[in-house]
């Protein structure tokens, strides 16, 4: 079973969990929720905006389960990555994974998440309080746990 979704429409944690938790040879399910922080790199943050390269995003996050998929012995995968725009503590991704056992629902879990960051095609531009933009770029830690895998 998998779900991958871009949108701009919110998601429902408990939603989602429900349909992995029907899954009888699931016996862990691992969930990461990425939201929105009002600051980064020191900086107070007001909003944020999310643009994506249809097409090619959904194909790349594809790419990225089908890889943890051969990597782990997966029941399921859920990978929903919102887009538009969010203010602070708004719901940005969602990442369930679903696996006979807790330490490979764990790793794939935070495998997706350390990939995604680097290989999804997303930009995303802040909003500071004082008004100005900017646009965030590549973090090197971003870059170094996507490299230990």
């Not at 939201?35 to 790419?63: F, K, S, W």
């Not at 490979?104 to 100005?132: H, I, N």
Request: aromatic share 8%; charged share 20%; net charge negative.
């Amino acid at each position: 079973m998998e779900r991958i979704l871009v949108t701009d429409a919110d998601f429902s944690l408990a939603e989602e969990y429900a349909a992995l938790s029907a899954l009888p040879a699931a016996g862990a399910i691992v969930s990461f929720v990425g939201r929105m922080r009002d600051i980064n790199q020191g900086d107070a943050v007001c909003g944020l905006t999310l643009e994506h390269y249809p097409g090619m995003t959904e194909r790349v996050l594809a790419e990225l389960v089908a890889s943890a998929r051969q990597r782990w012995d997966l029941q399921a995968v859920t990978l929903i990555h919102r887009v538009g725009a969010f203010a602070p503590c708004d719901q940005i991704v969602l990442v369930l994974v679903a696996s006979g056992h807790r330490g490979e629902a764990f790793a794939a879990c935070e495998y997706l998440m350390d990939v995604l960051k680097t290989r999804a095609p997303f930009w995303k531009q802040e909003t500071l309080r004082d008004g100005s933009q900017r646009w965030v770029a590549s973090r090197s830690s971003d870059q170094a746990a996507a490299a230990r895998w």
